[in-house]
C-alpha cells in the first residue's frame, strides 16, 4: 500500500520561502509510469494543480501562474518528493496535497491527508 505523507512548517512569514516535503512509503518515486505532484486548496476554493516532477526526474510542469515561484525536486535516497513555493503573500494560504499520477490509469490513484499552510505575519 502506497502512501503519502506531507509534512513542514504550517505558519510561513509573507515574502519567505514555503518549503514542504512529501514522503512516500510503500512504493518507490523512480517506479515508471508515476509522476509525482503537488496541489493545493485555498480556503473557500476549488484544487489547484501547481506543479508535477516525473518518475525519473527529468521532467517538470509548473502551472504557468506559479512558475516563477516554484520548484519541485526529489530525494531518491529518502524517497521524498519536496516542493518550494517563494515570495509567498496571504492568499498563498491552503492545503497542500502531494498525489501520486498514474500514467496508465490517467488517475491521481493515492493522495497524502494535505498539510495545513497559513501565510501570516
Known amino acids: 500500500q502506497v502512501q503519502l505523507q506531507e509534512s513542514g512548517p504550517g505558519l510561513v512569514k509573507p515574502s519567505q520561502t514555503l518549503s514542504l516535503t512529501c514522503t512516500v512509503s510503500g512504493g518507490s518515486i523512480t517506479t515508471s509510469y508515476y509522476a509525482w505532484t503537488w496541489i493545493r486548496q485555498p480556503p473557500g476554493k476549488g484544487l489547484e494543480w501547481m506543479g508535477v516532477?516525473?518518475?525519473?526526474?527529468?521532467?517538470?510542469y509548473y502551472s504557468p501562474s506559479l512558475k516563477s515561484r516554484t520548484s519541485i525536486s526529489r530525494d531518491t535516497s529518502k524517497n521524498q518528493i519536496s516542493l518550494q513555493l517563494s515570495s509567498v503573500t496571504p492568499e498563498d494560504t491552503a492545503v497542500y496535497y502531494c498525489?501520486?499520477?498514474?500514467?496508465?490509469?490517467?488517475?491521481?490513484?493515492?493522495w497524502g491527508q494535505g498539510t495545513q499552510v497559513t501565510v501570516s505575519s
Open positions: 516532477i516525473d518518475y525519473d526526474g527529468s521532467t517538470h
Open positions: 498525489a501520486r499520477d498514474n500514467y496508465k490509469l490517467g488517475v491521481y490513484d493515492y
